[in-house]
């Protein structure tokens, strides 16, 4: 768990250049952090990041010293008289304050100055004071009002960008899971089939399909997957955000469906999994029967489209309609044995691309053309 991850005092150790009186700061503050831990998306300000995947890159093999981009190929937005600061990798480089009474603004390294003992509920911030070797501070005299906009640029490598966000050649052969719940289970249920394959998890408890048509540019679109495995519509039933009708969920699902295929991105559309009834929500009648015709719905959009379509549902319902027990210990969410046989189903689709793609490269070089 992310609360329980903890940094030794030892890291602090590495840091040079550190008197006494700086180094119990930081270890008051490591120790501050190692409380809370990191930020889960349980939080209602963190919802939308997933630290877990962060913390799985390893970015200690890159030298931020070493690999400053060249500072000549960088421009400033032109016509557009503004303040700015330079970053690059992190580190302040420049700033230009032209326009300001500069009297009324200080920005300084955050070496020249002591650490901000500002109390804060935000274990990022302790993390920071911990382990910070450098960075800047920027003060604004009080009431002070900018005549110019400010504007930070902020450059990195080609390397570490990578790294930062997700976007190496390899990465861009990844398959995204868009969804709820149903998906962010797949991490504290069966992980090793996310590890196994590379798998990007975009599941969001609660979420129902207009949440997720919203983020589903950031999310999907902009890491550039090979592919999505979109699954939602079972919280909109339960009414997590309001009544919704199938017809307003289908359409949600198929933009974004329209959105991943206008983007190169090939689509996998899934069943809702089968439910008898929601538990915090019991005044919704027959679930059952709303998403036995919703993933009709799915499924002919699929086939009319010629979208992959993974049917969860066929293999996990009951005879009243539900989850299988067996699969489930709520009647919602699936356990383990029920992502157990959810990866079979999914495994099998992609594999099933897989051969697809396989076939079209060979023909390709055969032929020289599809």
Same mark, same amino acid.
């Given at each position: 768990?992310?609360?329980?991850?903890?940094?030794?005092? &030892?890291?602090?150790? &590495?840091? /040079?250049?550190?008197?006494?009186?700086?180094?119990?700061?930081?270890?008051?503050?490591?120790?501050?952090?190692?409380?809370?831990?990191?930020?889960?998306?349980?939080?209602?300000?963190?919802?939308?990041?997933?630290?877990? !995947?962060?913390?799985?890159?390893?970015?200690?093999?890159?030298?931020?010293?070493?690999?400053?981009?060249?500072?000549?190929?960088? +421009?400033?937005?032109?016509?557009?008289?503004?303040?700015?600061?330079?970053?690059?990798? @992190?580190?302040?480089?420049?700033?230009?304050?032209?326009?300001?009474?500069?009297?009324?603004?200080?920005?300084?390294? $955050?070496?020249?100055?002591?650490?901000?003992?500002?109390?804060?509920?935000?274990?990022?911030?302790?993390?920071?004071?911990?382990?910070?070797?450098?960075?800047?501070?920027?003060?604004?005299?009080?009431? $002070?009002?900018?005549?110019?906009?400010? =504007?930070? $640029?902020?450059?990195?490598?080609? @390397?570490?960008? /990578?790294?930062?966000?997700? /976007?190496?050649?390899?990465?861009?052969?990844?398959?995204?899971?868009?969804?709820?719940?149903?998906?962010? @289970?797949?991490?504290?249920? $069966?992980?090793?089939?996310? +590890? +196994?394959?590379?798998?990007?998890?975009?599941?969001?408890?609660?979420?129902?399909?207009?949440?997720?048509?919203?983020?589903?540019?950031?999310?999907? =679109?902009?890491?550039?997957?090979?592919?999505?495995?979109?699954?939602?519509?079972?919280?909109?039933?339960?009414?997590?955000?309001?009544?919704?009708?199938?017809?307003?969920?289908?359409?949600?699902?198929?933009?974004?469906?329209?959105?991943?295929?206008?983007?190169?991105?090939?689509?996998?559309?899934?069943?809702?999994?089968? =439910?008898? !009834?929601?538990?915090?929500?019991?005044?919704?009648?027959?679930?059952?029967?709303?998403?036995? &015709?919703?993933?009709?719905?799915? /499924?002919?959009?699929?086939?009319?489209?010629?979208?992959?379509?993974?049917?969860?549902?066929?293999?996990?319902?009951?005879?009243?309609?539900?989850?299988? &027990?067996?699969?489930?210990?709520?009647?919602?969410?699936?356990?383990?044995?029920?992502?157990?046989?959810?990866?079979?189903?999914?495994?099998?689709?992609?594999?099933?691309?897989?051969?697809?793609?396989?076939?079209?490269?060979?023909?390709?070089?055969?032929?020289? +053309?599809?």
């Amino acid at each position: 768990m992310l609360e329980n991850f903890k940094i030794s005092n &030892k890291e602090i150790d &590495k840091i /040079n250049t550190i008197n006494q009186q700086d180094k119990k700061f930081r270890v008051k503050n490591l120790e501050l952090f190692n409380r809370t831990g990191f930020p889960t998306k349980k939080a209602e300000d963190w919802k939308f990041s997933d630290f877990k !995947e962060i913390l799985a890159k390893n970015f200690d093999k890159i030298d931020v010293n070493n690999v400053f981009p060249d500072e000549k190929n960088f +421009r400033l937005i032109k016509d557009f008289d503004h303040n700015f600061i330079l970053l690059i990798n @992190g580190r302040l480089v420049k700033s230009d304050f032209k326009f300001e009474d500069k009297s009324k603004i200080k920005i300084s390294n $955050y070496d020249e100055k002591n650490f901000s003992e500002k109390k804060s509920d935000n274990p990022l911030l302790y993390l920071n004071n911990a382990l910070s070797n450098s960075g800047f501070l920027l003060e604004v005299e009080k009431n $002070y009002k900018l005549e110019k906009v400010l =504007v930070i $640029y902020n450059l990195f490598s080609e @390397g570490l960008k /990578n790294k930062i966000l997700n /976007n190496s050649e390899e990465n861009k052969k990844q398959i995204v899971f868009m969804g709820d719940s149903i998906t962010e @289970g797949w991490s504290n249920f $069966y992980p090793e089939l996310f +590890r +196994r394959n590379n798998f990007i998890n975009r599941g969001i408890s609660g979420q129902t399909t207009p949440q997720m048509l919203i983020r589903f540019k950031p999310d999907v =679109v902009d890491l550039s997957p090979l592919a999505v495995v979109i699954n939602g519509g079972t919280n909109d039933i339960a009414g997590n955000t309001g009544p919704s009708t199938i017809k307003m969920i289908a359409d949600n699902i198929f933009s974004m469906a329209e959105i991943g295929l206008k983007n190169n991105i090939t689509v996998f559309l899934s069943s809702v999994l089968p =439910v008898y !009834e929601y538990t915090w929500n019991l005044s919704i009648e027959n679930p059952s029967k709303i998403i036995l &015709k919703l993933n009709e719905k799915i /499924n002919g959009y699929a086939k009319n489209n010629n979208i992959a379509y993974i049917d969860y549902y066929s293999s996990m319902v009951d005879d009243k309609g539900g989850l299988k &027990k067996e699969f489930s210990d709520d009647g919602v969410h699936p356990n383990k044995d029920g992502y157990n046989i959810m990866s079979k189903i999914v495994s099998s689709a992609i594999d099933t691309l897989n051969r697809m793609w396989s076939i079209c490269v060979i023909q390709f070089l055969k032929f020289g +053309r599809f």
